[in-house]
């Protein structure tokens, strides 16, 4: 890799080496482009989760009162968002909300969109080929022991930070399916213990996320019965998670929030490999249209999304090789390569992306906390982050005076007491200093 002809062309790659915050546009932004995926494909995803929501009803009671359907409530942040403009330099002038993920069920996080789905379609795959499943089967049929003993023959191998694999591991080892786990370094030990706690196998390394999935790939290939979840190129991760787009649009309906030209809709969402931010991205811009507007949040040590779109060169590019370190706290986000389809997605359909000190993201858990009594992971709180700087930046573009934004909270509600209690209290110091 030749940094300094890169950094010639694109100075935001020094930037980038400085460790510093910056908001990127996007110029590629509404652009015409051929996907290989549409809204049809969106509607698919929705009708498998609608398929399996009497499975889940059974196999997870805690889904009885959604009927199955694992979604997140939006919240309106009246508190947050004064605390904010307080420090701001931009003011918030429309609504503040949390899309609350950090409230989804099985996984505490938006990885109960897209890990689990994956899971999910090649269950259906396998009971149908092998199990004389139909599509109009009540699917509780697959939480029975026969069911179990045809999925027990195969195996699920993942690569994760942590959720992903929380989401996975807990799932498939529910429907039967041998389940392996092999997790990064940053994975936080709660999330080991839990998966332990369901029988799933948690393959532990002291080295990056790069590492363990590569690992996890390698593990899967060797063995013909292991299906392989690949968090660095999967399209049914991703079109598990652009649903999120069909539930919100029903939301901004039912609780009256407008989405035209003089209301523009402006979504915060944290990138690690970038698949979740891009799967919802994707949702948003087919289901709500051109009002709709993504940027994406990423620290300043671990911009692997950022240098791969402001480059071009999307996944063969890593943060480590213009030399910065990849350490964050933000375990969610601490992904040194992009994946393969994120920045292809993402070209003409991502407004911007911006990065964040660790420090400023720490103040944003409390804050939240204090606040709105919501308890975040360091790396869900990062779309807050974010918005002064985006703000300063769209401002001359866009009406802002009655634009909404959403911040995407991508994990938290199982994170235990201990944990949270840390992670506010090196919020605490951050905010006296
Ligand atoms: C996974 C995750 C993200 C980022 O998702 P990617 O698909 O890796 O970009 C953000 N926040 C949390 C809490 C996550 O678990």
């Known amino acids: 890799m030749n940094v300094d002809a890169l950094i010639e062309k694109y100075p935001e790659v020094k930037t980038m080496q400085e460790l510093k915050p910056f908001f990127w546009r996007n110029p590629d932004y509404g652009k015409k482009a051929d996907l290989s995926i549409g809204i049809a494909d969106v509607f698919d995803a929705e009708a498998r989760f609608h398929r399996f929501a009497p499975y889940f009803e059974v196999a997870f009671p805690e889904t009885v009162a959604t009927h199955g359907i694992l979604e997140s409530p939006l919240i309106d942040l009246?508190?947050?968002?004064?605390?904010?403009?307080?420090?701001?330099?931009?003011e918030i002038e429309g609504g503040l909300y949390l899309k609350a993920d950090n409230y989804l069920p099985i996984s505490g996080s938006i990885k109960s969109r897209g890990g689990i789905y994956e899971v999910l379609k090649f269950a259906e795959k396998v009971a149908i080929q092998e199990g004389g499943l139909i599509y109009e089967d009540n699917y509780a049929v697959l939480a029975s022991k026969k069911y179990h003993d045809l999925f027990a023959k195969y195996g699920i191998a993942v690569g994760s930070t942590g959720n992903l694999g929380l989401s996975i591991g807990i799932v498939a080892q529910r429907l039967g399916f041998r389940t392996s786990v092999h997790m990064s370094a940053d994975a936080s030990q709660w999330k080991k213990d839990k998966l332990?706690?369901?029988?799933?196998?948690?393959?532990?390394?002291?080295?990056?996320f790069t590492h363990a999935?590569?690992?996890?790939?390698?593990?899967?290939?060797?063995?013909?019965?292991?299906?392989?979840?690949?968090?660095?190129?999967?399209?049914?991760?991703?079109?598990?998670?652009?649903?999120?787009?069909?539930?919100?649009?029903?939301q901004l309906k039912s609780q009256g929030i407008k989405v035209d030209k003089d209301h523009p809709l402006f979504v915060y969402l944290p990138a690690g490999v970038g698949g979740s931010p891009s799967g919802v991205t994707f949702g948003l811009k087919k289901v709500l249209g051109e009002n709709a507007h993504a940027i994406f949040a990423e620290p300043t040590h671990i911009p692997s999304v950022t240098l791969g779109m402001v480059t071009g060169l999307n996944d063969k590019i890593s943060v480590y090789d213009i030399g910065i370190d990849g350490t964050t706290k933000a375990d969610g986000l601490a992904v040194g390569r992009a994946s393969r389809i994120a920045g292809k997605n993402m070209r003409t359909l991502l407004l911007g992306t911006a990065t964040f000190k660790d420090e400023d993201m720490m103040k944003d858990v409390v804050r939240l906390y204090e606040t709105?009594?919501?308890?975040?992971?360091?790396?869900?709180?990062?779309?807050?982050?974010?918005?002064?700087?985006?703000?300063?930046?769209?401002?001359?573009?866009?009406?802002?005076?009655?634009?909404?934004?959403?911040?995407?909270?991508?994990?938290?509600?199982?994170?235990?007491?201990e944990d949270m209690d840390r992670y506010l209290e090196i919020g605490r110091e951050e905010l006296a200093k």
């Open 78 to 90: 009246p508190y947050m968002k004064a605390r904010l403009n307080k420090s701001f330099t931009n």
């Open 196 to 208: 332990r706690s369901f029988g799933v196998n948690v393959v532990e390394y002291n080295d990056n």
């Open 213 to 250: 999935i590569t690992e996890a790939r390698k593990s899967a290939a060797a063995d013909p019965m292991t299906y392989f979840i690949d968090d660095e190129g999967s399209y049914d991760l991703f079109l598990g998670y652009s649903v999120a787009a069909l539930r919100l649009q029903a």
């Open 372 to 417: 709105e009594k919501i308890g975040l992971e360091p790396s869900a709180a990062a779309g807050f982050t974010i918005m002064d700087q985006s703000l300063e930046n769209l401002s001359a573009d866009f009406p802002m005076k009655n634009a909404n934004h959403i911040v995407w909270a991508t994990g938290g509600s199982m994170v235990p007491k």
